[in-house]
């Protein structure tokens, strides 16, 4: 039976009915003050709307929404263009580089804690439910074994520069990352400049 991945609210249950709502979902996968996220399949559903508990499904993976792309954490990772690409030499030297890791839902600070003590360092929040986070290859794929990690990828070239660069005014579909290339043309220089480079640590 196909399971629903459902966000369970338990605001204003008592503690016997939020335990009683617990033990009907077929998989725990995060407790949260208000709610739980769980997977349930139709049976328990129907028994939740017959409690009185209201829930919501929950789409499986959410979009990573970077200011450049939208990635589609459901699919196949996207191709990046060979020239906004890290090189596989770069990501298997045995040195940090970043990825982005999503979460099955909300942070839980027990989940970045758990992050930490693999050897990852967490740079900063990414929509939805994402986080950069520095690490090496070896520190990845431990991470990847974590129940609480949804999807890792790298955090690629293409990833970081502005829309505006490759003369588009908006972010670029999963399906069109590969695409994507730098417009000179796109930028009129100014006699003070035009193009803000950040870098990280």
Known sequence: MALKRLKVYTEGLSEKDRKSAIKIVSKLLAEYPDFILAEVDEKGVKALEDRGVRSEEQPGSPMVRLKTVDIDTSAKAPASPPSLKLKDADVKSGG??????????????????????????????????????????????????????????????????????????????????????????????????????????
């Open 96 to 201: 940090d580089n970043y990825w982005i890791i999503q979460f099955i839902g909300p942070a839980i600070q027990q989940w970045s804690e758990e992050i930490k003590k693999a050897g990852g360092s967490i740079k900063g929040y990414i929509p939805e439910n994402a986080f950069l986070v520095r690490m090496s290859p070896e520190e990845k794929n431990k991470v990847a074994q974590f129940p609480f990690v949804n999807w890792i990828g790298l955090y690629e070239p293409v990833y970081k520069i502005s829309p505006t660069l490759m003369g588009r005014k908006g972010r670029a579909a999963h399906k069109d990352i590969k695409n994507l290339s730098l417009k000179a043309e796109a930028v009129k220089p100014t006699p003070m400049g035009n193009i803000n480079v950040q870098v990280h640590d």
